[in-house]
């Protein structure tokens, strides 16, 4: 586990359990967590990231660390011969994409790319039901969501470097419309916006793409905290688990009662591997389970449309609205684990490979330069799904 902030409390309680895998290091900066670390799981812990990939008891590393560092430490993991996660975004500039993917070719290792809601059972559902041509041929799809995301907890820099919204959300909705709509966007044009002074980075943004095929797709999201999609939903949250209906209005008031940044700084912390509060920020739900979800995702082709319900997804045909229950399943970090295992083990291929993860970062950056220059914008980086 390269980063033990936040996402680590995510990611480690479920895919700990698999039974194929072993929790065996850590690399981190807090002394603390790491000695939390060493004694939970009976491993190595390391503060150097590269003395990690060189112990002998690592085959495959989790990148969680800050987004500037992901491309200089999945590139360290492939040149000590270390298949790797890394988390979303991939990197922050297509030139460091081509330079992790490079450093992966070169030394034979996997990368994949995650973590993305293309991941769960109802959008791949989706997907093999456009595959199979039941409905006909694809024409249109949208994905909207509505939620808190502006006034989480931050550090000084991470609004900054995921440039808000964009590159943080993003990717999820890209990576969901990407696996839909079969991987090749042509162009797009998009608006992005600031609309509180006080979280001075992108919140917002509204996009209209293009795939090669002409099938057009809107991309809209708020992280400003007022409407929350989840409510169309009987309040099920990201995750599939419940969510609480004050959400949204107690993330803003918590965020606007701090008076300063080391306050709120203090409070991420806290939420940390080892923190006060990470219990509270874990994905280790026990109670009442739903199908997770990121928003609302309508699809339309020829003889019906798709969305997603809290068990699985609605079909509105010309035979009338059916619903279609779906197992649980692998989703989430252990989705992603499941497909990097599979990848090594049994010599499968990795779909949410670096390749795929490079056309995902163009499509949000090309989300800001849009915005900025007021125009359509050309891609080039695509990727179809295999």
Known sequence: MAGLGVASTQILPSVSKLPYLQVTAAADVR????????????????????????????????VATPNELHARHVIAAAEHGKHAIVEKPMAVTL????????????????????????????????????????????????????????????????LATSRGAVLNQGPHQVDVVRLIGGGMVRSLRASTAIWDPARPHEGSYVCYLEFDNGVPATLVYSGYGFFDTAELFWWVGEGGQPRDPETNPRARKNIRGITNSQEEELLKEQMRYGGLRQGEFSHEWQGEQHQPFFGLTLVSCDKGDIRQSPDGLIIYGEEGKREVALPQGKRGREAEVEELYQA?????????????????????????????????IFLSHQRPVQ
């Open 344 to 376: 090594i083990a049994n010599d499968r291929p990795v779909f949410h490979d670096g390749r795929w993860g490079e056309a995902t970062l163009e499509v949000c950056l090309a989300f800001l330069e849009s915005a900025k220059e007021r125009r359509e």
């Open 95 to 158: 030139e460091e994409c081509e330079a992790m993917n490079a450093a992966a070719e070169r030394n034979g290792t996997k990368l994949l790319c995650g973590h993305t809601h293309s991941f769960d059972p109802p959008i791949r559902k989706i997907r093999e039901i456009i595959q199979s041509g039941g409905l006909g041929s694809l024409r249109m799809i949208h994905s909207w969501n509505y939620n808190d995301f502006m006034y989480r907890p931050r550090m000084k820099h991470e």
């Open 31 to 62: 002394h603390d967590a790491l000695a939390k670390f060493r004694k939970e799981y009976d491993a190595e812990v390391f503060t150097s990231f590269d003395e990690m990939c060189k112990s002998p008891n690592v085959d495959f590393v989790y």
